[in-house]
């Protein structure tokens, strides 16, 4: 910035919060995850379900991708390094099946193996170029006297770098598109759901706009759904596969996963309103059950459960569900029978153990206290990113007895939700009574480390 030097300050603090605004833009490719990210067990396994298809398609290990929910009303999902697809509740809102669902799906895969995270930096350069150039031309003309045309060349400068770095956005936004198309087709899936979700994002181009002539396709991160569609339609409504549906066992889940979020995201009465007593369908129950559990009403919520599990006494989530409702109105002893039930139905799901185990810690029962610890410990060796479950794994060891290993949870908790100073000190100290040379001990030994570099590296700074 020392080229800056020798202007007036007010055009120096201009100039800088120019090139502050483009960096921003070329960061904002890759969203901060201000939001939090949901977790149900049985969104994750749809979701995982219905991707594996168009994993393996697009040339990537499904083991190595995940699908993350991110509770925002917002209709959007996107990539952000690494091999993850994050998609907003309100898209899954928005949705009217799982076909729509996978096209969307297909889509930020085609971002994926295209690399287009790692080659946002390309763009950024080329506009950056561009940014500077105008800067330099713009502080000569401030510094011949010729103040207003010199912040005239700055600005336009900056519109013709805002113009160039969204040009090369829309072009990998197309190239995702036109690789959703083939990986629909390999997987033996219709694009008909991805050209009809244009159609939903045509109508939100048009929420703040009175007219399509009032948008400027150029300054858009994406190309105009409405051409985005008629791009795609050709390949689309081609393929031998354009009228096939999902299977009704896929259809049924994704009404169940939609009438939950429905129901866990939105206001109770706006759920109430969507999901009516009239209607009597296993969706609208379980709406129901969580806009009355998030209502503050545990006798209406128990009530829409009883049905679900009438209906279905098998069903692994519906169980999940009556054991969280009885553990969160106080009354974990009378949860455990259910949620034993979804543990066993759902085969060990790392999230459902963990709820299990909650329940066992909290009904104050010493005798619980072990098997408390086992299905926490087979939780966490499953998913070791639930910052909940490695919480509840150190009261067990606590009340156990065990404080190293209630230690070495905490730091593996703090490690996850970015408190190193914390696991530091919780690692070090288990570390102090854990037999060295043992799993644990070199595990503790990692997180130490870990975190002594990460400090080391901020004081370099």
Same mark, same amino acid.
């Given at each position: 910035?020392?080229?800056?030097?020798?202007?007036?300050?007010?055009?120096?603090?201009?100039?800088?919060?120019?090139?502050?605004?483009?960096?921003?833009?070329?960061?904002?490719?890759?969203?901060?995850?201000?939001?939090?990210?949901?977790?149900?067990?049985?969104?994750?396994?749809?979701?995982?379900?219905?991707?594996?298809?168009?994993?393996?398609?697009?040339?990537?290990?499904?083991?190595?991708?995940?699908?993350?929910?991110?509770?925002?009303?917002?209709?959007?999902?996107?990539?952000?390094?690494?091999?993850?697809?994050?998609?907003?509740?309100?898209?899954?809102?928005?949705?009217?099946?799982?076909?729509?669902?996978?096209?969307?799906?297909?889509?930020?895969?085609?971002?994926?193996?295209?690399?287009?995270?790692?080659?946002?930096?390309?763009?950024?350069?080329?506009?950056?170029?561009?940014?500077?150039?105008?800067?330099?031309?713009?502080?000569?003309?401030?510094?011949?006297?010729?103040?207003?045309?010199?912040?005239?060349?700055?600005?336009?400068?900056?519109?013709?770098?805002?113009?160039?770095?969204?040009?090369?956005?829309?072009?990998?936004?197309?190239?995702?598109?036109?690789?959703?198309?083939?990986?629909?087709?390999?997987?033996?899936?219709?694009?008909?759901?991805?050209?009809?979700?244009?159609?939903?994002?045509?109508?939100?181009?048009?929420?703040?706009?009175?007219?399509?002539?009032?948008?400027?396709?150029?300054?858009?991160?994406?190309?105009?759904?409405?051409?985005?569609?008629?791009?795609?339609?050709?390949?689309?409504?081609?393929?031998?596969?354009?009228?096939?549906?999902?299977?009704?066992?896929?259809?049924?889940?994704?009404?169940?996963?939609?009438?939950?979020?429905?129901?866990?995201?939105?206001?109770?009465?706006?759920?109430?309103?969507?999901?009516?007593?009239?209607?009597?369908?296993?969706?609208?129950?379980?709406?129901?059950?969580?806009?009355?559990?998030?209502?503050?009403?545990?006798?209406?919520?128990?009530?829409?459960?009883?049905?679900?599990?009438?209906?279905?006494?098998?069903?692994?989530?519906?169980?999940?569900?009556?054991?969280?409702?009885?553990?969160?109105?106080?009354?974990?002893? @009378? #949860?455990?029978?259910? =949620?034993?039930?979804? +543990?066993?139905?759902? %085969?060990?799901? /790392?999230?459902?153990?963990?709820? !299990? *185990?909650?329940?066992?810690?909290?009904?104050?029962?010493?005798?619980?206290?072990? @098997? #408390?610890?086992?299905? =926490?410990?087979?939780? +966490?060796?499953?998913? %070791?990113?639930? /910052?909940?479950?490695?919480?509840? !794994? *150190?009261?067990?060891?606590?009340?156990?007895?065990?404080?190293?290993?209630?230690?070495? #949870?905490?730091?593996?908790?703090?490690?996850?939700?970015?408190?190193?100073?914390?696991?530091?000190?919780?690692?070090?100290?288990?570390?102090?009574?854990?037999?060295?040379?043992?799993?644990?001990?070199?595990?503790?030994?990692?997180?130490?480390?870990?975190?002594?570099?990460?400090?080391?590296?901020?004081?370099?700074?």
């Amino acid at each position: 910035m020392g080229r800056f030097e020798g202007l007036p300050r007010y055009v120096r603090q201009g100039l800088r919060v120019m090139l502050a605004g483009l960096l921003t833009l070329s960061l904002g490719t890759q969203p901060v995850m201000a939001q939090g990210i949901l977790r149900d067990a049985e969104t994750e396994a749809y979701l995982k379900e219905i991707s594996a298809p168009l994993i393996e398609a697009a040339g990537l290990q499904p083991g190595n991708v995940d699908i993350a929910l991110i509770g925002d009303k917002e209709i959007n999902a996107f990539v952000a390094g690494g091999q993850i697809v994050f998609i907003h509740s309100g898209l899954i809102e928005a949705a009217d099946d799982t076909n729509e669902l996978q096209g969307v799906i297909a889509h930020e895969l085609g971002h994926i193996a295209g690399g287009h995270i790692i080659r946002t930096d390309e763009g950024a350069k080329g506009a950056t170029a561009i940014t500077l150039l105008s800067l330099l031309l713009g502080a000569a003309a401030m510094a011949a006297g010729s103040g207003d045309a010199g912040m005239g060349v700055m600005m336009a400068g900056q519109q013709a770098a805002l113009g160039k770095f969204l040009a090369f956005n829309r072009v990998q936004e197309s190239s995702a598109d036109a690789a959703a198309i083939g990986y629909l087709e390999k997987a033996g899936l219709s694009g008909k759901g991805m050209l009809s979700f244009f159609l939903k994002l045509k109508k939100e181009e048009f929420r703040y706009a009175s007219s399509y002539a009032e948008i400027d396709p150029f300054m858009q991160t994406h190309p105009m759904s409405g051409e985005r569609e008629a791009t795609l339609s050709e390949d689309v409504l081609k393929s031998p596969y354009y009228n096939k549906k999902a299977s009704p066992e896929l259809e049924a889940k994704f009404k169940r996963i939609k009438a939950k979020l429905i129901g866990y995201m939105d206001d109770p009465v706006i759920a109430l309103r969507k999901y009516p007593e009239t209607d009597r369908s296993q969706a609208a129950h379980y709406a129901r059950a969580y806009a009355w559990h998030r209502g503050a009403y545990p006798e209406k919520a128990a009530e829409e459960v009883e049905k679900l599990v009438a209906s279905s006494p098998g069903d692994p989530y519906f169980r999940e569900l009556q054991g969280q409702i009885l553990l969160e109105s106080g009354k974990p002893i @009378e #949860a455990l029978a259910p =949620l034993r039930l979804a +543990v066993q139905g759902t %085969r060990g799901a /790392p999230l459902v153990s963990a709820l !299990l *185990g909650h329940a066992l810690i909290a009904t104050e029962d010493s005798t619980n206290l072990p @098997e #408390a610890r086992d299905v =926490l410990k087979v939780s +966490v060796a499953r998913d %070791r990113d639930n /910052p909940f479950a490695w919480y509840t !794994l *150190g009261m067990a060891y606590s009340r156990l007895g065990d404080e190293p290993r209630a230690q070495l #949870a905490s730091a593996e908790r703090f490690a996850l939700i970015g408190d190193l100073g914390r696991a530091r000190a919780n690692a070090e100290a288990a570390m102090l009574r854990i037999p060295r040379g043992t799993p644990d001990y070199l595990r503790a030994e990692d997180i130490a480390l870990s975190a002594r570099t990460v400090a080391a590296e901020k004081r370099k700074r």
